[in-house]
């Protein structure tokens, strides 16, 4: 926590008791876990072992996000918990849904503080009951580096295995991407199913995925991770479709030394994933068609980019009603949704939500939905929104920024917005506030600081930048109703004998139309 001086600080927000009490209580929380030792370390489910990327405001919704009807259809179907797969009674039939996954947690901590590794854990518990799983329990242990074979090391992963066996968990959650073998080697010893990160995020954004763009991007994702880790049962993926066995052939058609089922299986992976590219860059003009009719008229585009469940949708909504889905759940909106707004001056701009990002996000995603990333690297801004309650916000900007420099997006302007101010801690806000000197302190929730923020995308936008005097005769009313388009401000307005003079401000583009109207007089 920053300590400021006396003489040159900022004078801090009178606090109450209570919050006072509730600093005091986090700093010894932190010192008591900062305290604690050893190579391995187990993740809780406690009150402390809260997925700290989740909420946890009681109101996940205001007035601005309307009636939320997608949300409703999303919980339309709900896995169940202490259902058996094995049925005792075929009456259940009726009545079983989904299988609630049971899981267990491994991290490794290389690098960084213990407090980090735990954050990426209880972020990766985020993402595993947003997925649709019940998190049991977790391990981190202290590595510099993964085991090649095994990920965890021959040692490690016995332990791992008596965790599984102790909770009753069916699959095993590793917090980096596993290579194959590393894979394979895990679950030889766990004997239950292991995922990484990146198959647990790509199954979300199954998922969460509606439009048809969104929903071949991510099979395109998905794909591309499958393809290198394709396995079988035993012999069956080395089976042969052809070839003969000795002097006597298998008939027609059928001679040669024909290709192992992996090799058809990965065949038909890369012709699928040829036609998905080939749909994906179908409907890139449809896109760019709409992002050139604004820029023909030139209104001004900003897009909300920043870390998944910092609040842009909330966001989106309480600048624009736009009612898209709001849900305390990682990646809860993919679909890029676009509405148009205004600034307190009457200037109209374009507001653009975005895909969230993580730590760590997939490759493979990153170049599956970089044409819907596109829309953050033609913006004439960014909003950068940040979880100001969250325990690493910086992590969080760090992260954000590291994917907007893959899209080339890192020269437009940037705003960063502190969301979640209610719930933040006024300490982080003040830290927050002296790293990043462009910034705006909102609530999404309460409405706190949309008005400042409006005034700073107000100034932050490009406007028009050229001054005429115009005198527009009477009988061309056309030209006075073309200079109430959001390409041109108005200055002041006057009927004249001749006309109507107007001092306007308008952009370069517009003002060769204008010029037999000036008048220099």
């Known amino acids: 926590m920053t300590t400021h001086n006396g003489a040159s600080a900022t004078p801090e927000p009178e606090m109450g008791p209570d919050e006072i009490q509730a600093v005091i209580d986090r700093i010894l929380a932190k010192d008591s876990a900062s ?19 989740l909420s946890d405001l009681d109101e996940e919704h205001t007035g601005y996000d309307g009636e939320q009807q997608d949300r409703e259809e999303r919980r339309a179907l709900r896995r169940v918990a202490g259902l058996s797969t094995e049925l005792e009674d075929v009456t259940e039939v009726e009545y079983r849904q989904l299988r609630l996954e049971r899981v267990v ?3 490794i901590w290389g690098e960084g503080t213990v407090d980090d590794a735990e954050n990426s854990l209880r972020e990766l518990a985020a993402l595993a009951e947003t997925a649709g799983s ?12 993964p085991d090649p074979g095994t990920f965890l090391g021959a040692g490690k992963a016995e332990e791992l295995k008596n965790i599984v066996m102790a909770t009753g968990a069916d699959t095993v959650v590793v917090d980096s991407e596993l290579a194959p073998s590393q894979r394979r080697g895990l679950e030889d010893i766990v004997k239950v199913k292991v995922i990484d990160r990146t198959a647990l995020i790509l199954d979300i954004f199954a998922q969460h995925a509606k439009s048809r763009e969104g929903k071949a991007q991510v099979e395109l994702a998905q794909l591309e991770y499958l393809l290198p880790r394709l396995r079988g049962w035993g012999d069956s993926m080395s089976r042969q ?3 003969q066995v000795g002097g006597a052939g298998a008939g027609m058609g059928s001679r040669g030394p024909g290709e192992t089922k992996i090799e058809l299986d990965r065949r038909k992976i890369r012709t699928r994933m040829a036609k998905l590219r080939r749909e994906i860059a179908g409907m890139k003009p449809a896109r760019e068609t709409k992002r050139a009719n604004r820029r023909r008229h030139e209104v001004p585009s900003v897009a909300i980019a920043g870390y998944t469940n910092a609040g842009k949708s909330s966001l989106l909504n309480r ?27 009457g200037l109209e701009f374009t507001l653009a939500d975005t895909v969230g990002f993580v730590r760590s996000l997939p490759t493979q995603l990153v170049e599956a939905f970089r044409s819907t ?4 690297a033609d913006a004439d801004l960014i909003l950068h929104v940040v979880d100001a309650s969250h325990p690493d916000p910086e992590g969080q900007i760090t992260a954000v920024r590291d994917v907007l420099t893959e899209v080339d997006a890192r020269k437009v302007p940037e705003i960063v917005v502190l969301n979640k101010a209610d719930a933040a801690d006024p300490f982080v806000l003040e830290r927050l506030r002296q790293r990043e000197p462009r910034h705006a302190i909102v609530s999404a929730r309460t409405g706190q600081g949309i008005e400042e923020l409006l005034e700073l995308i107000s100034q932050s936008i490009p406007r028009p930048s050229v001054k005429l005097t115009l005198l527009v005769p009477y009988q061309r009313g056309d030209i006075v109703s073309r200079l109430h388009q959001p390409d041109a401000e108005i200055l002041g307005l006057e009927h004249v004998e001749d006309g109507t003079r107007v001092d306007v401000m308008v952009r370069e583009g517009l003002a060769a139309e204008l010029e037999p109207f000036v008048t220099h007089g």
């Open 319 to 345: 600048l624009t009603d736009a009612g898209v889905l709001v849900e305390n759940a990682l990646f809860a909106t993919l679909d890029p949704t676009i509405r148009r707004a205004q600034t307190p001056d």
């Open 105 to 107: 947690l491994a991290g």
């Open 373 to 376: 990333l596109e829309e953050v």
């Open 134 to 145: 019940e998190v049991l329990d977790g391990i981190i242990q202290r590595r510099l580096k």
């Open 241 to 243: 479709a052809g070839g």
């Open 35 to 53: 305290s604690s030792s050893g190579s391995q370390r187990r993740f809780g489910s406690g009150p402390g072992g809260r997925a700290q990327a």
